[in-house]
């Protein structure tokens, strides 16, 4: 029975093991910037191998939490330290450990300043991002989710562009923002259960079972979808992220875009909608409309865009629309398309920013105008790109058509059904929402159309330095990132197995109602 | 109108003339002794009090007050000095160069 | 052998894998370009060598459909993703056209393709491109057929632009590829509502559900269904209105013209309508539609190659046409005629493509069909194989095209599934059309006067053995292509329609009719251009308008430029980026945080360092405190 | 006994005079103050876990373990200050100033009557005066301290008129009638607890009574700033504490108690956002946490000290980690200066980070103490119903986070050159930096360790 | 006596010169004296004069003739608040008069208690405020601490 006792013990050392390293780094690497690189990247691909671990042992048949630990920590305000996986956040831990070693080897050469503080930061960040998804306590939750913001913003604000102080701000404003109102609604909704139950607990579990008035529901539900809208990011809460992934470094990029956008969704999967579900099925019509202007609005920017990082940006806005619609359709593969896509757009929006870092490290330039023929001149980089484009476009057998195919579908089954009782809403939403297929693929095409083909011109480019195509440390981490993309996209059906209670759990809580019997609602 | 109540007036007036000799005058000094004119207010109703209450403790505190005005004084005394010292004069509005 | 239906499907990706691997990183060595050449051919031959083996297998089981389940892609709740591949008779045909015509491909592609500097790749693509066909024709579930759908899009996509470092073929790949993601978004429309009502994706499944009428399919209307998996076909098979990226496709390689824009993918459409001809049999409007599109688009797109001077144009126009021909049989329930002109068009564009390509190889590049002349005598095996085609896809009896046009036409008259008169006539305009086009095609080209420079003339030469005999076996099939009973094989599983009594005895008269509007279109066309150059000039410039209409494609790219891509790029930069993004958004955000700055500064300049007012505000605050609490009074 | 940490602090002034006037190194002083402190604190702590009550004198003082422990908490927190002193003051004046400032911070939780009450305030403050004049290095120290004195003086006489009225309506000097004349209705009695109020508001800088705190702490020294920012006004709300005495706020001090500290949360922050002085910034930063403090006080009286004095303690702990780290520089002007602050990460990283974290805690961050502590706070506030005005602080505290964050961007991501004159804090100093950064991640990580024992 | 003191009070705010601010404020503490001392509280009345007349205003004339700076001439003698403190100062002279007397304490109308006398005074101080006796004189001793460190440091900054 080893393996009981063992569990927890494996699940908290994947969430500590970068504190270690922050610790290592500290004690033996702070004027050394080979070792920082090296203990980051060890301790990361250790961090990866044991979630890899937790990802092979999780019980897809067994409801509730998984390697979970429950300590008392502050038990004057019912908060504990309790971790755990479920099918929520099983997914996300491995593609938060799967894309750590990735970001550090990604910036190996690339971040030439501040080595070891940059490690640092991103073993923080990553300690931080694995922190949220692991938490199943409110509490715990806020502090890790917050917890993320100051890293993000040393990274940005460091290490990023000519405007990286802007940016910078700009993000952690923007976020801090729906965290604070986050707050204050996490405080009403204790406070409001333990009044009601007279428990006071920040577990996710017993806020699962709080009663509230619709009225009610509707202000928490808006603070909370706040927050989380803000770092999904939907229209118009957007406009941080062009900015934090322009002047970003390559590695802050992949970071956010791969885990940290995904903090939003899952946090509108984990507790937005679970927790009211009553105001959650009130304002799905105007969710799904902003989800749905996300994917067009984004894509239509992404279609202008002439800075190749704000392409991606805006793409990434494109395609976490479609992660909300699949979770509001409240459809069984909807929910398991949005998982999907979170992941895929993790991988994808990883791959696509390092590509664009590495060649940014060669030429320094963002501009899109000034490239042309890459294809000729970086054949494997050329490769890459397109094999990513093409996720990105969400061509079938990569993982971008396993989440936006099921996702759609989703939104689709849920919509068919309202507008044969007359409601129509759903269905021009969810057809809408299908053109971000065919505007996905114009702005992805028109970035590699410019980009690799026609003559040939790169800044620094010239016959006698030509640009060396991708060292065998880029074509590896590519060559993962690719790996996973198709690996979601053939198979996924072992990843869908491992989230289709969760999945479905989540259906329940969000379609079962949680007014208190009788109570017309009052305002708080 | 009887005499606690105008008592307590001519304290309140005292102490509320001492806050405004603090708003209005400029003179380090003359704002010092409005401070002093201020406790006076409050000793005033403290001792109204107190006789009419037929209890010591006002008259016990006024007597700390007493004290404190004086520690006072003696401390802010030597205070305005170093202040003069600097600018050659007791316009207190010529001592802003902290502000913003 | 368990698994020969997918072996047929991952043989060319295997050869893909490994094109796309070694041949690309060897270099462009001569004896990498004979193994790339070899291995990019033999797993397409072996593909085909298994399909011949599969189809027995079918033979042998009484063409009893084979379903050959592989993995499983998703289970949802209760539905479940199987990737597993059908294979029945259309698939059988399907997949024999596309291996076969795709092996010779290869092999000519062998010698067309020699020397150029990424040889390898072009064989890769060419590999994936059968993979993603093959899925396309051998998946079970729409979903596995969508995946092929894309994906030959992706391989058409990479094709076309195969020689990238000319932006403008960039362009024609991106354009196919947008343009058939248009159709996608339908294709994609149609599958949910199919996945809603039925909970599976399985295309037996649906169909026979369908047919039978059984209570899921009353939950979509066939119709709706219908009409967005046609808006797919249109993409893919390049109707009205998303024709418009054929044309430009034939910036690719000539075989990828041949290949995937004649002969296989754009069949794609066909094929897909034919599959799920359950639904379409419910949905009598939607077929109408289909007809309509059809027609029209064969039509449209014959006049325009009626004018068109570039050979591979007036090619693409041509397979625009008889597209729609297919989608015109389509319409009017001849599934199983318009697989037999998938069939026929097969042979015969094919081998006119790849004519053509012999054409432009001997020319060293050049197109212009006003810059060709007199090759018969040159190119001797080109023109013969090339005039064989033309007259089979004129509709010369006896030859392929022959029987596969004139049931069609049949059908489009006296079908009772939606024929027509009208149909038949705008199609035998069409037919005469086709003829005319072709036979100029062929004259201008071949016959009269040289009209080549002479350093061009100079070198002309006859193209090698792997090309020629390629164009010989097509010309071959194209000849006797017509003799394979295609659509009486299928009627075992799709049946054609019931014919309209009151029209049956029409049908010799039709036949007759249809045979002379051929020799007329080639009577026509060898009036006009075996005569003098004055001639065509002539009646050039006595329909000077509509010429400068036909020869401007209607001016659809321009309209279309000017209705959807134009506004979308300034709604996209004017309205969303300057206006929303950068003015409301960020202009209210940073106004916001002005204001707290200059908020700032006020609270700064408030502490003015005068101690009379600090006092002052004590006072305030003492008074206002104290009205303030008497508020509670 | 139950005066034992007083005491001690007496025993430890009483040395350090004898020392002074026998003239014996005043570079042992600090070792006598620091042995006093914490000998004081010890005392205080140990008497708390043993469950001590006791009331020596009837109705003028008294102690219990909740107060032991939130005056060893505050002695405690002297540590540092005394630490940090070294570099600036040299002679033993400071720890003796210290030291009976710290006795009347001791006197305030205790006292049952306004006359100890008084007194302690008095003895808080007086020392403090000299204290901003003591280590004189620019002339503005003097106005600063004149400013000083004269508002508190004026805070004295409010809170004394207060007193007053409160004494004649009540014809009590108990604390307790403070507590009781709450839900009063007659107008003398309201008039009083408002002055009462008013009064620690003053002392405590809340807007409109904060405008000498920038003015003051500018013009002082980083230790007596630390002092005033942290101790001094932890002192305050404890005296509030202990004033509404397990009253729940009501009648019109909850309008003041609502309105006024929003503003001031407001005020502080905003004002902050364009400061150049360090010093200044933190006085605006310290009038906005006044503000979150007496936000403490509309929720259930239950929980009223545990909630300010968690929310002291981390406040001051992080305030006083960016004090102590601060690099030492003669030219004061330039020390205090934010510009001095520029680039500071790749001159002294240990420095910058402990002022990086001083400030996210001080912005409320997880998972640095401030946030617990304000949540502690805006929990209480929720729970009393007050649910608008929490989100309103909580707005308001988020228009802080700027500020905080302009540091941190000073600090990394800014370019500069250091002073000519500048160099690493001294030894002491980083030790007290490296104590309170102990306290701070025990306040990090055992949030529920800490609030047990108060 | 209170008339007495309110006008000497007012004239502090009016006069120029501080000697004279001086001079009218002790008016003000002697009446005061004699205020308390008709309440019968003498001692008080005893040590206002003492401790405030005697001891700290002469402390105070002291400094004021120590320094004998000459103001400018034409500088105001006030400061630019003058209305809006003296609009403040009537209101809150309003709301507190108004305070007092609509309030309901039955002390302000009591005829209240006959005066203590110094004994019991003494008796109170010495036994129940014993320990603000203490207290008085940790804090005395603090002021002179403080008193000396601020001489100390005028020095410092003198030489």
Same mark, same amino acid.
């Given at each position: ?25 500290? @004690? ?61 956040? !099983? ?14 080897? /990604? ?186 202007? *996300? ?20 793409? *990434? ?17 909807? !929910? ?152 979601? /996209? ?35 | ?87 050659? *004069? ?7 160069? @902290?502000?913003? | ?75 949802? &709740? ?49 590999? +994936? ?194 597209? &729609? ?162 659509? %009486? ?78 506004? @979308? ?65 | ?26 570079? *042992? ?119 000083? +004195? ?11 008129? /207060? ?252 370019? &500069? ?38 | ?11 502090? @705010? ?25 309440? &019968?509280? %003498? ?114 900054? %003198?030489?």
């Amino acid at each position: 029975m080893s393996e009981f006792t063992m569990g927890p013990m494996l699940l908290n050392l994947v969430l500590w093991l970068p504190i270690v390293g922050v610790a290592l780094v500290l @004690l033996l690497a702070r004027a050394n910037d080979g070792l920082a690189r090296t203990i980051a990247a060890a301790v990361m691909t250790v961090q990866f191998a044991l979630a890899t671990v937790l990802y092979l042992q999780f019980d897809a048949t067994a409801a509730g939490l998984q390697f979970a630990t429950q300590l008392p920590w502050i038990a004057q305000w019912g908060v504990s330290y309790l971790i755990g996986l479920d099918g929520f956040n !099983i997914l996300l831990v491995v593609l938060t450990a799967f894309l750590g070693p990735i970001v550090v080897l /990604g910036a190996w050469t690339s971040i030439k300043k501040d080595v070891p503080l940059f490690h640092v930061m991103v073993l923080v960040l990553q300690f931080a991002m694995m922190g949220a998804f692991v938490a199943q306590d409110l509490f715990l939750f806020y502090l890790f989710w917050e917890a993320m913001l100051i890293p993000m913003f040393l990274i940005i604000g460091m290490w990023g562009g000519a405007r990286r102080v802007y940016a910078t701000l700009k993000f952690v404003l923007y976020t801090a923002f729906g965290s604070i109102l986050m707050l204050a609604a996490v405080i009403y909704l204790v406070q409001s259960m333990q009044q009601s139950s007279g428990v006071m607990s920040f577990a996710f579990a017993d806020l699962y079972q709080t009663q509230l008035p619709l009225s009610v529901q509707t202000i928490l539900l808006g603070a909370f979808a706040l927050s989380f809208a803000i770092k999904v990011p939907m229209v118009p809460l957007h406009t941080w992220l062009p900015d934090a992934h322009v002047e970003a470094p390559t590695a802050g990029s992949v970071i956010l875009a791969g885990v940290l956008l995904k903090m939003g969704t899952y946090g509108f999967m984990k507790l937005g909608f679970p927790l009211f579900p009553d105001a959650a099925r009130a304002f799905t019509p105007l969710l799904m409309t902003l989800a749905v202007i *996300s994917i067009v609005y984004g894509a239509c920017l992404a279609l202008v865009q002439t800075d190749i990082k704000k392409i991606i940006a805006y793409s *990434s806005i494109s395609h976490l629309g479609y992660v909300m619609l699949g979770l509001l359709s409240l459809e069984l593969v909807g !929910i398991q398309g949005a998982i999907i896509q979170m992941v895929s757009h993790g991988i994808v929006a990883a791959g696509l920013f390092l590509l664009v870092g590495m060649i940014y490290d060669r030429c320094h330039s963002r501009e899109l105008a000034e490239y042309g023929g890459l294809a000729r001149l970086l054949p494997v980089y050329s490769v890459f790109f397109m094999i990513f484009t093409l996720a990105s476009v969400g061509l079938p057998t990569t993982s971008g058509f396993t989440g936006e195919f099921l996702a759609l579908m989703g939104a689709f089954t849920a919509a068919w059904p309202a507008h044969l009782d007359g409601n129509n809403l759903p269905l021009v939403l969810a057809s809408v929402a299908v053109t971000g297929v065919v505007l996905g693929a114009m702005y992805m095409l028109r970035f590699a159309l410019t980009f690799l083909f026609g003559a040939v011109k790169a800044p620094h480019h010239s016959p006698d330095h030509p640009l060396l195509d991708l060292s065998l440390r880029e074509k590896s981490i590519l060559g993962l990132l690719t790996i996973a993309v198709f690996a979601l /996209g053939l198979f996924p059906d072992g990843a869908l197995q491992k989230t289709e209670l969760a999945a479905k759990s989540y259906q329940s809580l969000v379609t079962t109602s949680r007014t208190p019997a009788g109570s017309a609602g009052v305002t708080p | 109108m009887d005499k606690v109540h105008l008592l307590l007036v001519l304290s309140g007036a005292l102490f509320a003339l001492g806050l405004l000799g603090v708003i209005v005058r400029r003179n380090a000094l003359v704002m010092l002794m409005c401070m002093e004119l201020m406790l006076n207010g409050v000793n005033l109703s403290l001792v109204t009090f107190s006789q009419q209450r037929g209890d010591a403790a006002g008259a016990i505190l006024v007597l700390l007050v007493f004290v404190v005005a004086t520690a006072e004084i003696a401390l802010a005394i030597p205070i305005v000095l170093l202040l003069v010292r600097f600018k050659r *004069s007791m316009d207190i509005d010529r001592y802003a160069d @902290l502000k913003g | 052998m368990p698994h020969t239906l997918a072996l047929i499907a991952l043989l060319p990706l295997v050869g893909f894998l490994f094109n796309g691997f070694f041949a690309t990183a060897l270099g462009r060595h001569r004896a990498n370009e004979r193994a790339a050449g070899i291995i990019g051919s033999a797993f397409p031959i072996a593909a085909f060598a298994l399909t011949i083996k599969a189809f027995l297998d079918l033979q042998a089981g009484g063409f009893a459909p084979i379903v050959e389940p592989l993995y499983r892609w998703a289970l949802i &709740g209760t539905s479940s993703f199987e990737i597993a591949f059908y294979f029945d008779r259309l698939s059988a045909i399907m997949t024999l056209v596309v291996t076969g015509v795709g092996s010779v491909i290869h092999i000519y592609s062998t010698g067309y393709m020699h020397g150029d500097k990424s040889f390898g790749r072009f064989f890769a693509y060419l590999n +994936l491109f059968l993979f993603f066909m093959l899925l396309l024709v051998l998946g079970r579930s729409m979903l596995v057929l969508f995946v092929g759908w894309e994906g030959v899009g992706l391989a058409s996509y990479l094709l076309i632009g195969f020689w990238f470092d000319d932006l403008t073929n960039a362009k024609a790949g991106r354009k196919a590829f947008i343009t058939n993601r248009i159709g996608d978004a339908g294709f994609l429309l149609g599958m949910f509502l199919l996945y809603r009502a039925f909970g599976t994706l399985d295309m037996d499944t649906i169909n026979s559900a369908f047919l039978s009428g059984t209570g899921a399919a009353l939950l979509v209307p066939a119709s709706l269904v219908g009409l967005l998996l046609f808006v797919g076909a249109t993409g893919k098979s390049a109707q009205i209105p998303l024709y418009v990226w054929l044309p430009d496709a034939m910036a690719g390689p000539t075989p990828v013209s041949a290949l995937i824009h004649a002969a296989t993918m754009v069949t794609a459409g066909v094929y897909l309508t034919a599959r799920m001809s359950g639904i379409y049999m419910m949905a009598p409007e939607a077929s109408q539609v289909i007809a309509i599109v059809g027609v029209l688009t064969a039509f449209f797109a014959a006049t325009v190659a009626l004018v068109q001077t570039d050979i591979k144009k007036v090619l693409a126009y041509s397979t625009v046409s008889q597209l &729609g021909f297919m989608f015109l049989a389509l319409g009017v329930g001849a599934y199983g005629v318009a697989i037999f002109h998938v069939v026929t068009h097969a042979f015969f564009k094919a081998c006119l493509f790849l004519g053509a390509g012999s054409v432009i190889h001997a020319l060293g590049g050049e197109q212009d069909i006003r810059k060709m002349g007199g090759l018969r005598s040159k190119i001797p095996l080109t023109f013969w194989t090339f005039a064989i085609a033309t007259a089979a896809i004129a509709g010369i009896p006896g030859l392929a095209g022959f029987f596969s046009k004139d049931e069609i036409l049949w059908y489009a008259f006296a079908s009772a599934k939606g024929g027509a008169p009208w149909l038949w006539g705008m199609a035998a305009l069409t037919a005469l059309m086709t003829a005319f086009y072709m036979f100029r095609l062929l004259w201008l080209t071949f016959m009269g006067a040289s009209r080549m420079s002479h350093e061009v003339e100079h070198h002309v030469h006859e193209s090698p053995i792997s090309m020629t005999g390629v164009l010989m076996l097509l010309a071959l099939l194209s000849a006797g292509g017509g003799y394979i009973a295609i659509p %009486h094989f299928l009627e075992a599983q799709i049946p054609l329609p019931p014919i309209v009594e009151s029209l049956e005895h029409y049908e010799h008269t039709l036949l007759y009719v249809s045979i002379v509007l051929a020799f007329a279109g080639l009577g026509l066309a060898v009036f006009m251009f075996g005569g003098p150059a004055s001639r065509p000039e002539g009646i050039k410039q006595a329909m000077l308008p509509i010429h400068r209409l036909l020869s401007g494609k209607y001016f659809v790219d321009e309209l279309y430029e000017r209705v959807i891509v134009k506004p @979308l790029a300034w709604f996209s930069e004017v309205v969303l980026l300057r206006g929303s993004d950068k003015m409301l958004l960020d202009g209210s955000l940073n106004g916001l945080a002005s204001l707290a700055q200059r908020t700032a500064g006020l609270l700064g300049r408030a502490q003015t360092g005068s101690l009379h007012l600090y006092a002052l505000l004590v006072m305030v605050g003492i008074v206002g405190a104290l009205l303030w609490s008497w508020r509670h009074v | 006994m139950a005066m034992l940490p007083e005491h001690l602090l007496l025993g430890g002034m009483v040395v350090l005079i004898v020392m002074e006037v026998l003239g014996r190194g005043s570079r *042992s002083a600090l070792w006598v103050a620091l042995g006093a402190v914490v000998a004081s604190a010890a005392a205080a702590f140990w008497l708390s876990n043993a469950q001590y009550a006791a009331s020596p004198f009837a109705g003028q003082f008294s102690v219990t373990p909740a107060i032991l422990m939130a005056k060893g908490a505050l002695l405690a927190l002297a540590v540092p200050v005394l630490l940090m002193s070294r570099t600036e003051f040299s002679d033993g004046e400071f720890s003796i100033l210290l030291l009976s400032s710290l006795y009347g911070l001791c006197l305030l939780p205790s006292s049952d009557s306004f006359l100890v009450m008084f007194l302690g305030l008095e003895l808080l403050a007086m020392p403090v005066y000299a204290l901003v004049l003591l280590a004189f290095r620019r002339p503005q120290s003097a106005e600063s301290a004149f400013k000083y +004195l004269v508002l508190s003086g004026a805070a004295s006489a409010t809170f004394l008129m /207060g007193v007053s009225l409160l004494y004649g309506a009540t014809g009590s000097m108990n604390v307790d009638a403070f507590g009781a004349a709450l839900a009063s209705g007659d107008l003398m009695t309201r008039a009083a607890v408002v002055l009462v109020l008013l009064a620690l508001f003053l002392k405590a800088a809340v807007v409109p009574f904060h405008a000498w705190a920038p003015d003051t702490y500018e013009g002082a020294s980083i230790p007596v700033t630390a002092y005033m920012a942290t101790l001094t006004k932890g002192a305050v709300l404890l005296a509030a504490v202990r004033l509404f005495n397990g009253a729940n706020a009501t009648g019109p001090l909850v309008d003041l108690l609502l309105v006024l500290p929003l503003v001031s949360i407001v005020w502080g922050n905003l004002a902050a956002i364009k400061q150049q002085s360090f010093r200044r910034m933190i006085a605006y930063s310290s009038i906005a946490h006044a503000g979150y403090l007496f936000y403490g006080f509309l929720g259930d009286a239950q929980g009223r000290l545990q909630a300010v004095l968690f929310y002291v303690i981390a406040y001051s702990v992080v305030n006083l980690l960016a004090f102590a780290v601060m690099p030492q520089n003669d030219n004061d002007e330039q020390r205090d200066s934010l510009d001095a602050l520029k680039g500071l990460y790749h001159r002294n990283p240990f420095a910058a980070a402990m002022i990086a974290i001083a400030m996210l805690s001080l912005a409320g961050l997880p998972p640095f103490p401030g946030f617990a502590a304000k949540f502690l706070i805006f929990k209480n506030v929720v729970a009393a119903g007050y649910t608008t005005y929490a989100v309103l602080g909580l707005v308001g505290s988020y228009l802080g986070i700027y500020f905080y964050l302009r540091v941190i961007q000073l600090l990394f991501m800014t370019a &500069g050159e250091a002073a000519p004159t500048e160099q690493r804090a001294g030894g002491l100093a980083r030790t007290a930096g490296v104590l309170c950064l102990v306290g701070t991640l025990v306040l990090a990580v055992l949030p529920g360790w800490v609030l047990g024992r108060m | 006596m209170g008339a007495i003191a309110l006008v000497s009070a007012v004239l502090m @705010l009016v006069m120029r010169e501080p000697m004279r601010v001086a001079l009218a404020l002790i008016t003000t503490m002697v009446m005061l004296g004699g205020i308390y001392g008709l309440l &019968g509280v %003498h001692f008080i009345a005893a040590f206002q004069v003492l401790i405030y007349v005697g001891a700290v205003m002469v402390f105070m004339v002291y400094v004021i003739m120590l320094l004998e700076v000459r103001e400018a001439p034409g500088n105001a003698r006030y400061s630019r608040w003058l209305v809006p403190g003296v609009t403040a100062f009537a209101a809150l002279v309003g709301v507190l008069g108004i305070s007092v007397y609509r309030s309901s304490a039955e002390v302000l109308t009591a005829p209240g208690a006959s005066a203590f006398s110094l004994t019991q005074f003494s008796a109170a101080f010495l036994s129940e405020y014993w320990l603000e006796f203490e207290l008085t004189s940790v804090f005395l001793v603090a002021a002179i601490v403080a008193a000396l460190a601020v001489i100390k440091v005028s020095r410092r900054a %003198h030489g």
